[in-house]
């Protein structure tokens, strides 16, 4: 029995110390096991996404490099962020051939180390108003690209349950349209690799009523 006690004890004091050093509190409370099973899970999946993170680091080494593509975490998940550039040629949705090599590449890591997790594609433009190029408005045109992209993962076998598109349209700027350069990087596409948020029973009941 006290065997099992100084188990116990070095177990919790070693999870305290590892969720310190991520920045997280915990608080343990008696007879609140789902609490200590859903921490376990969200470690599993955090270690998932983070070797996700460098998987996609290198293989993605070559654009990264060249500013095209950008790796990072933020708080909605792991993103990859294209330059839409890089994908579309000028006002156009369909994909260019050449970026399906790069669009391959995350593919590969979606059908391995993150297999289990959903996808989110996002696609963004910058605010200029649509002139030529025949779509209604900025939202057409980001939400095509953005399914443009979902079909291709699904036909490099993402499972498709786990995808999603969106379109944001000039409405979720990372920069100021009031420069090219910053009107580049509003034109992009992000696929985001969303980790599992599961909900108690409790949780479950409370948000039905």
Known sequence: MRAFKVMFTTFVLALVAVMGLSGCTVIFQKGRRTDIEKISKLKNDLSEIERAKQELEKRLQDEINNKQVKVEMQDKGLVITFVAEVLFDSGKAKLRQSSLGKLEKVAGVLNTTVADLNIGIEGHTDNQPIKKSGWKSNWEL?????????????????????????????????????????????????????????????????SVQ
Do not use: C, F, M, W
Request: aromatic share 4%.
């Open 142 to 206: 980001s939400t095509a690209r953005a399914l443009s992209v979902l079909h291709y993962l699904s036909e490099q076998k993402v499972n498709e349950p786990r995808l999603s598109a969106i379109g944001y349209g000039e409405y979720r700027p990372v920069e100021s349209n009031d420069t090219k350069a910053g009107r580049q990087k509003n034109r992009r596409v992000e696929i985001v690799i969303l980790p599992k948020v599961e909900k108690t029973k409790a949780e479950t009941a409370e």
